[in-house]
């Protein structure tokens, strides 16, 4: 419940404008973090989240709140549209100069020329109508105001993996 209220402010926070609280944290911290809360709520769903081990020297330099805000909203679209009883991926990797944290889905895929659209508010793009379409507006606007970027690789009958980009800082040894 604690989890649901701060990325519910957290979401109320990057609605607002409001500037972001910048720290450096461990990925790993983060992912484990979303991992309590999403578990509970892939059970709910009929879903079976698979994280992925992360390195723990692996860090940004973010506003925390915001981003467990963004992440959750990416894993709780994926639980709402995922096929039950599949798989939910999280992983949070680094590449270069940048760390990567994807959640990947078994949706089936994206309707044909949506990819364009859904980070646009109010847009929902399947049958299921329960939100308001502002969560994937919300969570690019999130990770925007922490330098980085959010996009969506639709994997054409399986599903999609959203891929949160931000650039890389290590953590003291």
Known sequence: MRALLDRTLADVRA????????????????ISEVDVSASLEAQARNCK?????????LAVDADR???ISAVGNLLSNAFKFTVPHSEVSLHAYGVAD???IDVEDH???????IADSIFVPFTQGSADKSG????L?????????????LSVRDQPGSGCVFTIELPRCAMAA
Request: aromatic share 2%; glycine share 10%; proline share 7%.
């Open 15 to 30: 609605a607002a404008a409001m500037p972001v609280h910048v720290e450096l944290f461990s990925v790993a911290d983060l």
């Open 65 to 67: 709140a915001l981003l």
């Open 107 to 113: 949706c089936g895929g994206l309707p044909p020329g």
């Open 132 to 135: 308001l379409g502002l969560g």
């Open 98 to 100: 940048r760390v990567r």
């Open 49 to 57: 989240l698979t994280v992925v081990s992360v390195d723990p020297r």
């Open 137 to 149: 507006s919300i969570a690019r606007r999130v990770v925007e105001a922490n330098q980085g970027t």
